[in-house]
């Protein structure tokens, strides 16, 4: 699939798509522009985090269980004092022959691997740990490298900005809202799974502050730390929320009505991530250990999908239709579509869709930029399933294909995706006096980190695209449905 003619030069940036075309702009008074002004195509201001200062509490209650005893500080203070003398003399000890000699024997034959630990959600040191869309408003959850989370809610041509905050949010790794509330978040942590309940307040404030109304559950379950990846039902009514941890393969569900957790226990070194389809009757586990599972969870069986030797399930996203999931492995290329062709998992078909390798293309310029390579992350437009986003770990552009729905029986015949183009950063603001538009194309050495796009977007869709040098910015998609394609051709 080329796109030779649809890569933009390192001077422009993608703003919006135009039925199929991407816009690509170098400033606010480009020529492109006024397509997307004709087309009613609204714009959305890009989002740049002002950290909020963390403040230590007044007074923590603490029982009398949670006291220290006399043993324990004095255990406390040796392991201190081992710890100094340990950092004071490591430099000396490691450039003996005997420390290299006895590291080398450990690493190749004792050391523990937990490849699940090797995923970008523990190993990534960027700003930005995790975003999610609300799933009914203009809001959007950013979990930060502050391991505090930014409630981003847009008023007309800015982001109101609420925070929250507490002392079991440490080390975040993933972030999920509740689908059926208007308020729910569960935030994944080091230790367990902070789940907050998020009343409406009224803001306009660019300036970030803590929330005023806000209850946190903290949930927790024996030897279930390094929580990976959190998915919601989505069945109406539902309030279960499924947890999945780097270290354990014990799948844990928390019925947050009921108040009960049930473990599910199963062989292996740990998950990697977790995708509950759109009509809550199929949760994807992708595992670390070779095997991933499809649940069913009508009457919680499963059915295992074994993974290729030395590698995991990196990214997946479910199409709004229940039946296909995409998904790509760790340090590969490719795209890969499980199909359901029938009411359970004994119906899996497996197809490889697409291959992306690193290659070198030129602009419309001549201008040669890197584009493909091992993939990163994917993002489906979950309103329609029309758009399927996907970042490159070695590229600064992100690739978008349009989806054709086909038949599990014509999948290997039939192209089920579409190239329309590359996308790079740009900067959008709005002042807020004259309301004037500025559009400021990012740095060439700007990197996707993560997308995702919103699921109230009714226009087409909205993809929000977190970078690595601490921006988010948001392109907006105008496109003729299929929906709306039949009622005009009908």
């Not at 809202?177 to 729910?184: F, Q």
């Not at 803001?203 to 559950?217: K, Q, V």
Request: net charge negative; aromatic share 10%.
């Amino acid at each position: 699939m080329n796109f030779l003619y649809t890569t933009p030069d390192i001077n422009l940036g993608t703003v919006a798509e135009l039925n199929g075309s991407l816009v690509h702009v170098d400033n606010a008074s480009n020529p492109a522009l006024q397509e997307v002004y004709d087309n009613h195509t609204q714009l959305y201001p890009s989002i740049t985090i002002q950290p909020l200062e963390q403040h230590t509490p007044d007074y923590i209650n603490s029982t009398n269980e949670e006291a220290p005893g006399y043993l324990e500080i004095l255990c406390n203070k040796a392991k201190s004092l081992l710890a100094q003398q340990w950092n004071e003399n490591r430099p000396a000890i490691e450039t003996t022959t005997a420390f290299k000699e006895g590291k080398r024997v450990y690493d190749k034959y004792c050391k523990p691997v937990n490849s699940a630990l090797e995923h970008l959600t523990f190993q990534s040191n960027s700003q930005f740990r995790s975003i999610a869309w609300h799933p009914h408003k203009n809001i959007l959850a950013v979990a930060y490298k502050d391991d505090q989370v930014y409630i981003y809610e847009k008023k007309n041509n800015l982001w109101a900005c609420q925070v929250l905050s507490h002392t079991k949010m440490k080390s975040i790794t993933c972030l999920e809202w509740k689908p059926k509330a208007t308020g729910l978040l569960a935030v994944g942590c080091k230790e367990g799974v902070c789940v907050w309940t998020i009343e409406k307040t009224v803001g306009e404030d660019e300036e970030p502050y803590r929330h005023p109304t806000t209850a946190m559950t903290y949930l927790t379950y024996p030897n279930h730390n390094d929580i990976s990846a959190l998915a919601w039902d989505y069945t109406p009514g539902s309030h279960l929320l499924a947890v999945a941890s780097a270290v354990s393969s014990t799948l844990v569900i928390y019925d947050l009505l009921l108040n009960r957790t049930i473990p599910l226990k199963r062989y292996g070194k740990g998950d990697i991530l977790l995708r509950w389809s759109p009509s809550g009757e199929w949760l994807f586990e992708g595992g670390s250990s070779g095997v991933s599972r499809l649940w069913d969870t009508r009457d919680w069986t499963s059915k295992q999908i074994y993974n290729p030797p030395g590698v995991w399930v990196q990214a997946a996203c479910w199409a709004p239709n229940n039946r296909i999931l995409f998904y790509s492995m760790y340090g590969e290329s490719d795209i890969h579509v499980l199909f359901l062709s029938g009411p359970s998992t004994q119906s899996l078909v497996d197809v490889k869709v697409l291959s992306t390798p690193l290659t070198t293309v030129e602009t419309a310029t001549n201008i040669p930029t890197k584009v493909g390579g091992v993939i990163r992350d994917i993002s489906i437009d979950r309103r329609n399933g029309q758009r399927l986003a996907v970042t490159f770990n070695d590229s600064d552009l992100i690739a978008l294909y349009s989806l054709k729905q086909v038949s599990p029986l014509s999948l290997t015949e039939e192209t089920m995706l579409f190239p329309i183009g590359y996308i790079r950063g740009a900067k959008t603001t709005f002042d807020r006096t004259t309301g004037a538009m500025e559009i400021t194309p990012l740095e060439n050495s700007a990197k996707p980190l993560q997308t995702s796009f919103s699921y109230t977007y009714k226009d087409g869709a909205l993809l929000a695209i977190a970078w690595d040098n601490g921006f988010i910015t948001f392109v907006s998609h105008t496109f003729l449905t299929d929906e709306e394609m039949r009622k005009r051709f009908i």
